[in-house]
């Protein structure tokens, strides 16, 4: 039987006729014979269940690319290997940015090892960092992507002199909060001979480009 034949035989002879011709849909011979092979229903069922979870994870990557804005505050926790003096200091960072953007910070004292960190939450300690960089940060995961807050690492040998301590914690709060790197001149310049002591214009125009 050819499948011409098999066509007029089990879909009928119009598209109009018959339940076979409906459930057919009308379709060539060709694909009415493959529908009636066995096991192309389940096929068919499971090709519909794996569009349908692909589809799933593509609105929820959707949402939470459309949601992804800093948040308006974060939780900090101090190390307690950080003096007092240098406690001040990381309040000090928190003030530059409170002073230019709309964020706050709540504080406290104790152990973190920058470890499950949910969003906004913050670890500052003292830690590796990369190369002889003066601080780093390893931005707090989300879906498997950096989100909002982080690992604030200081290299231990960090000079409190001339505000060292203070600017390079407020960068790494930078970080924390989103921002990469940026032009010289601002705080969150790449290197530390060319960034500003303090929070600019162009750092905070950065962060309120991010909401």
């Known amino acids: 039987m050819n499948d011409r034949e098999f066509f007029l035989q089990v879909c009928g002879l119009t598209c109009f006729g018959g339940s076979a011709a409906r459930r057919c ?56 290997e950080l003096s007092p003096e240098q406690v001040g200091y990381v309040l000090g960072a928190e003030d530059s940015w409170m002073a230019s953007v709309p964020v706050t910070w709540t504080n406290q004292v104790a152990p973190c090892d920058g ?45 409190l002199a001339d505000g060292l301590f203070r ?12 921002l990469p790197h940026l032009r010289a001149g601002t705080l969150m310049a790449a290197h530390r001979q060319d960034a500003a002591t303090d929070v600019t214009d162009l750092d905070a125009a950065a962060w309120e480009a991010l909401r």
Do not use: K, N
Request: hydrophobic letters at 35%; charged letters at 25%.
């Open 25 to 80: 849909g009308c379709e060539s011979a060709v694909a009415c014979r493959a529908r009636q092979r066995p096991g192309f229903a389940e096929a068919r069922q499971a090709a519909v269940r794996r569009f349908s979870r692909l589809l799933r994870l593509v609105v929820i990557a959707g949402l939470l690319s459309g949601c992804a804005r800093p948040p308006d505050s974060y939780r900090v926790t101090i190390s307690p």
């Open 115 to 159: 470890q499950h960190l949910g969003q906004g939450e913050v670890c500052v300690r003292f830690g590796p960092t990369v190369g002889q960089d003066f601080g780093d940060t390893i931005p707090e995961q989300q879906w498997g992507r950096p989100g909002w807050g982080g690992d604030v690492r200081l290299r231990r040998d960090l000079d």
């Open 167 to 178: 600017v390079t914690v407020a960068h790494e709060l930078g970080h924390a909060m989103g």
